[in-house]
């Protein structure tokens, strides 16, 4: 574990080296070269929190950050917080570390071992000592409102409990995440989202956890697993180190004008099944395409309801599969086939590793 005991660096260093990281990209995981940004921007001193509350972000703030860590590892930086007795972070930050070492916002340096991990909602649990001071954040449960205002806490640029603000800019996004799996039902912000804020809770300002921060886009949009997906995921890594993400084996697509035109639709409801997995659950069930025409592709089903929801988009599609349902359900859906429109009953499986 490295000491926290570090020499104190001088406000150029600082400078410079926050104009590197500048140009290191905004995926939201930062690469501290081994002995991070973050004593510099400290000068070696602890964090002070100021105890005048100026509103709203300050009360928040205060309420929340002791409970905010950064994460170090052989290969970078990024942030966690404390939820239900563990550390939530990130997968992506985690992954093939097998030494991982956190630090509290009062400056305790703590190890912490891996003891579950999922690429399919970038998320890790970890397990370390925790301070006292550092309570449990909850999550939120439900989706929040677009518009609602949120905060993202977190060690952008190595820079230790730091926070900004912004609103939920929308919801029901398929994330690409770091390592390259989409990930359903992902929060959408402009909340100012840089390297090393990967991992970090974005709060209300109820003191609630949105969304655990991934990755940020630039011009104004980052991106957060959903709470709704973490309160089902984290608690079967913290029991079991691992999660069966529910499935059905199908490549669904938005039902554009040349689809529609092409299957003879007469409005553009529900998601164009083009391809079904052959040994996948619903394999005996649903049909994929079958041919083109004016090269749009035709004889697949739509996928118009599932579980009593409405589905309009490959995106929504996602996001009832992964909040909604789980391996070994049987789930009503109605789909259209052949100009009529029927209802079935879909397998859902688990999603292969």
């Given amino acids: 574990m490295r000491s926290s005991n570090r020499p104190d660096r001088r406000r150029r260093d600082v400078l410079i080296a926050l104009g590197t990281g500048a140009l290191a990209g905004t995926a939201g995981c930062l690469d501290t070269g081994g002995d991070g940004g973050a004593d510099a921007a400290n000068d070696g001193n602890e964090t002070n ?11 928040v703030y205060e309420e929340t950050v002791d409970s905010v860590v950064l994460v170090q590892t052989d290969a970078g930086g990024g942030t966690g917080f404390v939820h239900d007795g563990s550390l939530i972070t990130n997968q992506h930050i985690t992954r093939g ?15 912490a071992s891996l003891i579950g991990e999922d690429a399919y909602a970038d998320l890790a649990v970890l397990e370390a000592e925790l301070p006292d001071y550092a309570g449990s954040i909850s999550l939120l449960e439900g989706q929040p409102a677009v518009g609602t205002e949120v905060v993202a806490l977190g060690n952008p640029f190595g820079l230790e409990s730091s926070v900004s603000a912004g609103i939920v800019s929308g919801v029901n996004r398929s994330l690409r995440s770091p390592t390259g799996v989409t990930i359903p039902d992902a929060i959408q912000t402009d909340t100012a989202i840089n390297p090393g804020n990967s991992g970090g809770p974005l709060v209300t300002l109820d003191g609630v956890v949105a969304g655990v921060i991934s990755a940020g886009g630039g011009d104004n949009i980052g991106f957060a697993v959903s709470a709704a997906l973490a309160r089902r995921v984290v608690p079967a890594l913290a029991e079991t180190g691992s999660y069966d993400h529910p499935y059905l084996g199908v490549n669904a697509l938005a039902i554009s004008p040349e689809i529609a035109a092409a299957n003879d639709l007469p409005d553009p409801a529900g998601v164009y099944i083009h391809e079904v997995a052959p040994d996948g659950p619903t394999a005996d069930v649903l049909q994929g395409s079958t041919g083109t025409a004016n090269d749009a592709p035709i004889g697949g089903d739509v996928l118009v309801t599932l579980a009593d929801s409405a589905i309009e988009t490959p995106s929504q599609l996602s996001s009832v599969l992964a909040i909604e349902l789980s391996p070994g359900d049987e789930v009503d859906a109605t789909i259209r086939r052949d100009g009529g429109e029927r209802s079935i009953e879909l397998p859902v499986g688990t999603r292969p590793q």
């Fill in 49 to 59: 929190h100021s105890t005048q509350e100026e509103g709203p972000y300050a009360r």
């Fill in 97 to 111: 570390q097998s030494t991982v070492s956190v630090q509290f916002s009062r400056n305790d340096w703590r190890e």
